[in-house]
């Protein structure tokens, strides 16, 4: 015979079910307000002024409009838990879905439309947690419109503040970003051609770079010799290509061999 108290218990401290949160901000008892920065986050605060506790649910793919007309695209799907009487608050991955979106605080709403286009990243990072914020807003302006790497260092601009604005840039891990970001890309849209891909300064930045020389040289389509012992380390740029005066590449070693007292007269 079942246990009816049992059977109370467990209704009494079962975990409510997620309500959307296009639903809860017009659901009575509960005080939802959206804000976020235009460009990679989210704020949603709960106070819950009914006698049960609530669950709101913030799914993946969901566009918020600020007032201003800028929208962005939450990036991985949030739960909120909020007790009957308290009040809590969550931090949501997002990403602006325009390069012009600025980076300015304002009051975000759920909004009903879709942008199919970003369903391979968003199908991506449901099973990913370790993809950067920067990498993920790149890979979704270049899927939105396609931006080179002048473009998205313009997006990244206002951005940057205090010490980092007098730094040169791009800095290091901007490269590395956007490397990362080709080699998504590649993963989820190998059919599709981009203008980031082709993009002469990134190529030549990440190359010189030794933190990404390797994933460069692999996504470019360089490789190391055949004949090369194992492990061996990509050669530097100034080996493969002619950059600057006393590189070691063909050109200057030539160069070099030209000027030697063997070509003296």
């Known amino acids: 015979m079942v246990n009816a108290a ?5 209704a009494l401290h079962a975990e409510p079910a997620a309500l959307p949160i296009s639903q809860a901000v017009h659901q009575a008892g509960l005080n939802c307000k959206l804000t976020g920065d235009g460009r990679e986050e989210l704020t949603l605060d709960v106070a819950n002024k009914s006698n049960a506790a609530s669950r709101v649910e913030i799914p993946a793919g969901m ?3 600020a007032s201003n007309g800028d929208r ?3 990036l991985r799907t949030t739960d909120l838990d909020v007790t009957s009487g308290g009040t809590s608050d969550a931090r949501i991955p997002a990403a602006a879905l325009s390069s012009k979106n600025p980076v300015a605080s304002a009051a975000f709403e759920p909004a009903a439309d879709k942008e199919p286009k970003l369903a391979p990243l968003l199908d991506y990072l449901a ?10 807003q790149l890979i979704a302006l270049v899927l939105l419109e396609d931006v080179n790497f002048a473009q998205w260092q313009q997006f990244l601009a206002p951005q940057r503040t205090g010490d980092s604005a007098s730094q040169p840039h ?8 956007a490397i990362d970001a080709l080699g998504v890309l590649r993963s989820i849209a190998p059919d599709k051609t981009f203008a980031l891909a082709s993009d002469a300064e990134l190529k030549l930045r990440a190359l010189r770079s030794p933190v990404c020389r390797a994933k460069a040289m692999q996504l470019f389509g360089m490789t190391i010799p055949g004949d090369a012992p194992p492990g061996a380390v990509p050669p530097d740029l100034g080996q493969l290509l002619h950059t600057k005066p006393g590189d070691n590449c063909p050109i200057c070693r030539m160069r070099a061999q030209m000027q030697g007292p063997q070509n003296d007269l």
């Open 127 to 136: 099973t990913r947690n370790d993809v950067p914020r920067a990498t993920s």
């Open 6 to 10: 049992l059977i109370f218990n467990h």
């Open 63 to 65: 566009i918020c409009k």
């Open 72 to 74: 962005v695209v939450v």
């Open 170 to 177: 791009p800095s290091p891990a901007e490269i590395v970003q």
